[in-house]
C-alpha cells in the first residue's frame, strides 16, 4: 500500500546550519516514530516558508542516506500572519499499515500547525 506521511518543523534561523539540522531532526523523527527504512519511501516531498533561503531541506536526507529516493523542494505560500522559519515534509512510503497507524510528526513550533495530529 501506498500511504503518505506529514511533518513539520520550525526552525532557529534562516541559516545553512539551521535548515539542514531541523530538516535532519524532522526526517529522522519520521523514519523512527513511523518504523521506516529509506527502501519503504517512494518520495518526499519538502517545503520551506518564504523565509528560509540559505539551503534546500532535501540536503539533509540526502546525507542521512536518501541517494535513490526522489526529493524535491518547494516554497510554501506566502499567507499574512502564517508561523514563519517552518520546514514541511509528505513522505509517501509503501508500507502494509493501515492509515491509522501512520505516525505524522510535528516539531518544535510546528506542533501549533496540526495539534489535532501532532504526535
Given at each position: 500500500?501506498v500511504?503518505?506521511?506529514?511533518?513539520?518543523?520550525?526552525?532557529?534561523?534562516?541559516?545553512?546550519?539551521?535548515?539542514i539540522?531541523?530538516?535532519?531532526?524532522?526526517?529522522t523523527?519520521?523514519m523512527?516514530?513511523?518504523?521506516?527504512?529509506?527502501?519503504?519511501?517512494?518520495?518526499?516531498?519538502?517545503?520551506?516558508?518564504?523565509?528560509?533561503?540559505?539551503?534546500?531541506?532535501?540536503l539533509?536526507?540526502?546525507?542521512?542516506?536518501?541517494?535513490?529516493?526522489?526529493?524535491?523542494?518547494?516554497?510554501?505560500?506566502?499567507?499574512?500572519?502564517a508561523?514563519?522559519?517552518?520546514?514541511?515534509?509528505?513522505?509517501?512510503?509503501?508500507?502494509?499499515?493501515?492509515?491509522?497507524?501512520?505516525?505524522h510528526?510535528?516539531?518544535?513550533?510546528?506542533?501549533?500547525?496540526?495539534?489535532d495530529?501532532?504526535?
Amino acid at each position: 500500500m501506498v500511504r503518505a506521511v506529514r511533518g513539520a518543523i520550525q526552525v532557529d534561523g534562516n541559516d545553512r546550519e539551521s535548515i539542514i539540522s531541523g530538516a535532519t531532526e524532522l526526517v529522522t523523527e519520521v523514519m523512527e516514530r513511523n518504523r521506516l527504512t529509506t527502501d519503504d519511501v517512494i518520495s518526499v516531498i519538502f517545503t520551506a516558508t518564504p523565509d528560509l533561503t540559505a539551503e534546500f531541506p532535501a540536503l539533509a536526507a540526502r546525507k542521512l542516506g536518501f541517494h535513490d529516493v526522489p526529493l524535491i523542494c518547494a516554497t510554501e505560500i506566502d499567507v499574512p500572519g502564517a508561523l514563519p522559519r517552518v520546514v514541511r515534509l509528505m513522505a509517501h512510503i509503501s508500507v502494509d499499515r493501515p492509515r491509522q497507524e501512520i505516525h505524522h510528526v510535528y516539531l518544535r513550533g510546528a506542533i501549533a500547525l496540526r495539534v489535532d495530529i501532532a504526535q
